[in-house]
């Protein structure tokens, strides 16, 4: 916990003020470096007497003095790099309690409320219900908490930037994670902060990722170097149910249930299902043995880009580009003759179609004769 004035003069809240300077004399002649003291420990003793004079519990954390100097209105990378270490640190501190004390919680078998953070660094609730669900309220923005148990939350979830140290980490060793009507609040995560969850489904909204550029190390002109912040989510053995995939994100599960995926996403699952009509460049799916991709959008699968790579776990890989110019449903009727009949008279247009981990491992490219035929058929371009 944050120690606060009284405690570092040694003191009772609602000592008097007589009290209050009496412990302050007392612990100045001891620390004064005139007299051999340690010249730090004085000035945070000053310090304390100074806010208790004023009536100011807890004294000022890095962030509040940084906010407070000239520094601070600076856009340098230097000072946005200082600021995100020392919310890191700092919230990562009272994560770190707040895991004890969930862990306390869980081992009497009780219920109770508490804030940790600050108003200054952001104030996040806990609270774990009668069912042993832990519930979340604020922003979860730096730190680790792991939780034997299911974890709903109301709230963004981030990472602070250029630090793998703080970097934010949510484990659950088992139950369900869960935004509260993620699409109608509209929560995110971001910024390459990670979620584990090992026996249980995750249900979330929009995740993103962070691509940045960086002034070469040496300093030389126009020369960057590209750094990223990889969101990860993981269920191995559940569900994900999310919205907007974009830009720099990973997600593994059983299965996965999506909109749509955008600049650098990769997902792995034996069951993906997207329910967008987008899926852009450098965007690779990853399908389990005996899996499937369902597409369930009515549009042409030319509006998907040619670039998105297919890997089936047997390391085999497939452009989309070469499964747009052949007509799936032909494999479809060969290899899977018994599929229910909405499957069965699906189509690369209209009513959505599905892929199969089958199809696609005896999936050859087609010729140049059956690339003009099908382009001619669907509409496609021939570059």
Request: charged share 30%.
């Amino acid at each position: 916990m944050v120690e606060n004035n009284y405690d570092i003069l040694g003191i009772i809240e609602g000592s008097t003020e007589k009290e209050i300077r009496n412990a302050f004399r007392r612990l100045a002649l001891r620390y004064h470096s005139d007299r051999g003291g340690e010249n730090d420990q004085f000035i945070k003793i000053k310090q304390a007497y100074e806010d208790l004079k004023v009536g100011k519990k807890y004294p000022e954390t890095d962030l509040e003095k940084i906010r407070k100097s000239r520094v601070y209105s600076s856009d340098s990378e230097e000072t946005i790099r200082r600021k995100n270490r020392i919310l890191g640190q700092e919230l990562s501190k009272e994560m770190q309690i707040a895991e004890e004390w969930a862990a306390n919680l869980i081992r009497t078998n009780s219920t109770d409320t508490r804030l940790f953070g600050s108003k200054t660094l952001g104030e996040i609730e806990l609270e774990r219900k009668a069912n042993g669900t832990l519930s979340i309220k604020g922003n979860f923005m730096a730190g680790s908490l792991t939780y034997d148990g299911s974890i709903i939350m109301q709230g963004n979830i981030t990472s602070p930037s250029w630090t793998e140290e703080f970097r934010t980490n949510i484990h659950l060793t088992k139950g369900d994670f869960k935004f509260i009507n993620p699409l109608e609040n509209k929560y995110k995560i971001e910024n390459g902060a990670r979620i584990i969850v090992d026996n249980g489904n995750v249900v979330v909204g929009n995740i993103f990722g962070r691509k940045y550029k960086i002034e070469d190390p040496e300093r030389r002109v126009g020369i960057y170097e590209v750094q990223e912040q990889r969101t990860h989510i993981s269920a191995p053995k559940g569900k994900i149910i999310a919205e907007n995939i974009v830009n720099t994100v990973s997600l593994d599960a059983d299965s996965i249930m999506i909109l749509n995926l955008e600049d650098d996403v990769q997902i792995n699952a034996r069951e993906i299902l997207l329910y967008g009509n987008k899926i852009t460049y450098d965007t690779i799916i990853k399908l389990k043995k005996d899996g499937m991709i369902r597409f369930f959008e009515n549009f042409s699968i030319q509006s998907l880009s040619n670039d998105a790579l297919i890997k089936l776990e047997n390391g085999k890989e497939i452009k989309l580009f070469d499964i747009k110019t052949k007509k799936i449903k032909d494999l479809s009727d060969e290899l899977v003759p018994n599929k229910n009949e909405y499957d069965k008279d699906a189509t690369m247009v209209g009513n959505g179609f599905t892929i199969t981990y089958e199809m696609l491992d005896n999936f050859s490219k087609p010729t140049k004769n059956q690339n003009v035929r099908w382009a001619s058929k669907f509409g496609f371009s021939r570059n």
